[in-house]
């Protein structure tokens, strides 16, 4: 039987979370610790219907094995119980998937094209549209021109500068997912140019046989708007709790 994409992602994290743990993920909450957090204060949940993953730091495990049993938490149980514990909600957010096609979405403004990420003239034309954006927003994007998404399309008008930019890489649970982040320059939000640029990389991923993955914070009501328009369905939900 053919596996569906959400079925697939749910496949992928507990497969991942197993790893750590060194056994199969079962029914209800399970606490993860990943090394590769080490360092972190804050520990995130996945509510997965009849599993809860929380990641989080080593140094954080013990701290949080009381939320480990047999009930899978809900994102305000894991809130409540969390809290018990010392925690201060941080942020919530969405994990989405596009299952469906794409809509073809063309642009008030200039053009979508794609670039290369390791040629000369694309990079410059890119760096010169992070320094035009707030840092703020490039940070939360997490766009690094030293290590450029392999997959990038861009809207781009006039003399050839780059108003909206968006990427993809392998999803860090499973590189048939193509994990999806986008940008546009504040001058030239509330246009669509993020949802045509996203829509264009989500058919490029489909059309290599992958699955567009995309996540926004719940306050993020911009990056929601994209995801709504492109098609993302939410798959779950994430939880994220700091501890001092």
């Known amino acids: 039987m053919r596996t569906s994409p959400i079925e697939r992602y749910v496949d992928a994290v507990c497969s991942a979370a197993a790893q750590h743990l060194g056994t199969p993920v079962g029914e209800g909450t399970v606490v993860v610790s990943a090394a590769e957090r080490a360092g972190s204060t804050t520990a995130v949940a996945y509510p997965l219907g009849s599993r809860t993953i929380v990641w989080c730091a080593p140094e954080l495990a013990d701290r949080l094995l009381p939320l480990d049993g047999p009930t899978p938490l809900t994102a305000e149980q894991y809130v409540d119980a ?25 642009t008030p403004v200039g053009r979508i094209v794609e670039l290369d990420r390791d040629h000369r003239r694309d990079r410059s034309r890119i760096a010169d549209f992070l320094a035009a954006c707030p840092a703020d927003d490039v940070d939360d994007a997490e766009i690094d021109i030293d290590d450029l998404d392999p997959v990038i399309s861009v809207v781009i008008e006039g003399d050839e500068r780059i108003v909206s930019f968006a990427s993809a890489r392998d999803w860090q ?27 264009h990389i989500a058919r490029r991923l ?39």
């Not at 018990?84 to 957010?93: D, E, K, M, P, V």
């Not at 009501?221 to 709790?241: K, N, P, Y």
């Open 206 to 244: 489909q059309s290599a046989g992958r699955v567009p993955y995309y996540n926004h914070n719940d306050d993020n009501l911009g990056s929601q708007r994209i995801a709504d328009v492109v098609g993302f369905e939410t798959v779950t939900a994430l939880i994220a709790m700091t501890f001092s």
């Open 82 to 106: 969390a809290e018990g514990l010392g925690g201060t909600f941080a942020a919530g957010g969405r994990n989405r998937l596009l299952v469906a096609k794409p809509p073809a979405m063309k």
């Open 173 to 199: 649970f499973d590189p048939g997912f193509g994990d999806i982040g986008v940008l546009t320059h504040p001058e030239h939000r509330g246009r669509r140019l993020g949802a045509a640029a996203v829509s």
